[in-house]
């Protein structure tokens, strides 16, 4: 299968986390992949010699291969990025000519996400947004509302919606209305090889239990038992020493980066805190 996966981030810059890991799993998988992505943070010389289209070798799976696709409009700071805006339905044209995809994922809202949803619309093509966080919420300014109704857009108009955690799917058919359509809860790929003994992962809660109390999330709410193991998540948008831990008590769903994120995480009790 041919796919295209879409997101107005850096690719090359961005830390390691689920965006790259599900296109090189996929790729090294034998499918074709390929990822249009936003050079965020890059100058025009940058952009102009990594080029409209190339080949590049994953950052996270050795020996896996995707089609890196960079728009050419200026630089990667908010000019570019209004830029793309403006000018990705164009875009989005140009890369699905060129690379033919039979599905595209987006974790893209605002810069090329809505944009790459009605042209795929218009050229029937299967589009599955993947919904990580509220994006209206991340930068609040002059487009926030406008960001909201583009989220709304996506909520509403793709062919599925895939959440990483019951509390964003939640949120998604409450911005939807009535019209949100298929989706499904779907958590974000475990790295087996990072499995470490829980006793190591306590010593580890021990040693920033005084963080954890400044930011009011309360050490005494995960207890461990002796010999459990516990599966590491390594990457994340905050650090790329994030842990997944099974919680025993508390049903909480942490990262110590950005406090709370979702009460009530029920499903499997597990909880993630940032290192």
């Given at each position: 299968?041919?796919?295209?996966?879409?997101?107005?981030?850096?690719?090359?810059?961005?830390?390691?986390?689920?965006?790259?890991?599900?296109?090189?799993?996929?790729?090294?998988?034998?499918?074709?992949?390929?990822?249009?992505?936003?050079?965020?943070?890059?100058?025009?010389?940058?952009?102009?010699?990594l080029g409209f289209k190339k080949t590049i070798h994953g950052r996270v799976v050795t020996g896996s291969t995707?089609?890196?696709?960079?728009?050419?409009?200026?630089?990667?700071?908010?000019?570019?990025?209004?830029?793309?805006?403006?000018?990705?339905?164009?875009?989005?044209?140009?890369?699905?000519?060129?690379?033919?995809?039979?599905?595209?994922?987006?974790?893209?809202?605002?810069?090329?996400?809505?944009?790459a949803l009605k042209v795929a619309k218009q050229l029937n093509l299967p589009f599955v947004f993947r919904a990580l966080d509220v994006s209206h919420r991340i930068r609040?300014?002059?487009?926030?509302?406008?960001?909201?109704?583009?989220?709304?857009?996506?909520?509403?108009?793709?062919?599925?919606?895939?959440?990483?955690?019951?509390?964003?799917?939640?949120?998604?058919?409450?911005?939807?209305?009535?019209?949100?359509?298929?989706?499904?809860?779907?958590?974000?790929?475990?790295?087996?090889?990072?499995?470490?003994?829980?006793?190591?992962?306590?010593?580890?809660?021990?040693?920033?239990?005084?963080?954890?109390?400044?930011?009011?999330?309360?050490?005494?709410?995960?207890?461990?038992?002796?010999?459990?193991?516990?599966?590491?998540?390594?990457?994340?948008?905050?650090?790329?020493?994030?842990?997944?831990?099974?919680?025993?008590?508390?049903?909480?769903?942490?990262?110590?980066?950005?406090?709370?994120?979702?009460?009530?995480?029920?499903?499997?009790?597990?909880?993630?805190?940032?290192?």
């Amino acid at each position: 299968m041919r796919i295209l996966f879409v997101h107005e981030v850096n690719y090359l810059t961005k830390p390691i986390y689920e965006m790259h890991e599900f296109p090189e799993h996929l790729a090294a998988r034998g499918h074709d992949v390929a990822f249009w992505h936003f050079p965020e943070g890059y100058s025009r010389a940058q952009i102009k010699e990594l080029g409209f289209k190339k080949t590049i070798h994953g950052r996270v799976v050795t020996g896996s291969t995707i089609t890196l696709f960079t728009p050419q409009f200026g630089d990667g700071g908010l000019l570019g990025r209004l830029y793309t805006a403006i000018g990705a339905g164009n875009v989005a044209k140009k890369v699905i000519k060129d690379f033919k995809p039979d599905l595209i994922v987006s974790f893209s809202v605002p810069t090329q996400g809505w944009q790459a949803l009605k042209v795929a619309k218009q050229l029937n093509l299967p589009f599955v947004f993947r919904a990580l966080d509220v994006s209206h919420r991340i930068r609040k300014g002059i487009f926030t509302s406008l960001i909201r109704e583009a989220e709304r857009f996506l909520y509403r108009n793709s062919d599925f919606v895939s959440a990483n955690n019951r509390a964003m799917l939640d949120y998604c058919q409450h911005l939807a209305g009535q019209d949100f359509g298929r989706s499904g809860v779907h958590f974000p790929p475990l790295d087996r090889k990072q499995d470490v003994p829980a006793e190591k992962v306590a010593r580890f809660f021990e040693a920033i239990a005084p963080e954890l109390g400044k930011r009011g999330l309360g050490l005494w709410q995960f207890t461990f038992t002796t010999g459990r193991i516990v599966t590491g998540y390594p990457g994340g948008s905050y650090t790329e020493d994030l842990v997944l831990v099974n919680a025993l008590s508390g049903h909480q769903f942490f990262n110590i980066d950005r406090s709370i994120q979702s009460p009530a995480v029920t499903a499997n009790d597990i909880a993630l805190i940032g290192k």
